[in-house]
T-cell receptor, first 114, second 112 residues
Framework: DSGVTQTPKHLITATGQRVTLRCSPRSGDLSVYWYQQSLDQGLQFLIQYYNGEERAKGNILERFSAQQFPDLHSELNLSSLELGDSALYFC?????????????FGNGTRLTVT | AQSVTQLDSQVPVFEEAPVELRCNYSSSVSVYLFWYVQYPNQGLQLLLKYLSGSTLVESINGFEAEFNKSQTSFHLRKPSVHISDTAEYFCAVLFTGNQFYFGTGTSLTVIP
């Protein structure tokens, strides 16, 4: 058990809809990362937050947004969903910025857009 | 630009045979190196890490990886694989600036 919790585990929704994925980092970790994993694109970095502030952006679409709350949990919002958004979405956490600690991953949320 | 390359997308190997999964990265500046394993329908789990010190690092289940600074490589090896090693393996590099870069993954299939 990595200590990173992601909910829900599975999500099935229709095109055009909006969903919210939730992540609770390991106790004490300040940094949260979001990744998208699909068969054709592999593991893609979306966005990173550190202690409530956005720190880095990767290949995140404008239809997607995220935030990290004061209690350090994070949410990834996906809107105007398309079939191609179907993927595994992972959250990972690490202790703090600039620290050589590995990322610890949750078990992911599998999103299916129909 | 910084990058991580896993040269083999799929590696089939017979049970009890040795295996090497290759990983190269783009920069010779200070880096921290990691291997992750992903079993079906699960998240990525840390397999081993190189932060400093000895260039050879080992995991609890028999895998080892060697940091080679001159060749900018961090290949993963196991002298004798087991069926349970069948999984996807990801190499990851933490470059200065706290940005993680992942390779595209290598699917290891152990054949009975």
């Amino acid at each position: 058990d990595s200590g990173v919790t992601q909910t829900p585990k599975h999500l099935i929704t229709a095109t055009g809809q909006r969903v919210t994925l939730r992540c609770s980092p390991r106790s004490g970790d300040l940094s949260v990362y979001w990744y998208q994993q699909s068969l054709d694109q592999g593991l893609q970095f979306l966005i990173q937050y550190y202690n409530g502030e956005e720190r880095a952006k990767g290949n995140i679409l404008e239809r997607f947004s995220a935030q990290q709350f004061p209690d350090l949990h994070s949410e990834l919002n996906l809107s105007s969903l398309e079939l191609g958004d179907s993927a595994l979405y992972f959250c990972a956490s690490s202790p703090r910025q600039g620290y050589n600690s590995p990322l610890h991953f949750g078990n992911g949320t599998r999103l299916t857009v129909t | 630009a910084q990058s991580v390359t896993q040269l083999d997308s799929q590696v089939p190997v017979f049970e009890e045979a040795p295996v090497e999964l290759r990983c190269n990265y783009s920069s010779s500046v200070s880096v921290y190196l990691f291997w992750y394993v992903q079993y079906p329908n699960q998240g990525l789990q840390l397999l081993l890490k190189y932060l400093s010190g000895s260039t050879l690092v080992e995991s609890i289940n028999g895998f080892e990886a060697e940091f080679n600074k001159s060749q900018t490589s961090f290949h993963l090896r196991k002298p004798s694989v087991h069926i349970s090693d069948t999984a996807e393996y990801f190499c990851a590099v933490l470059f200065t600036g706290n940005q993680f870069y992942f390779g595209t993954g290598t699917s290891l299939t152990v054949i009975p």
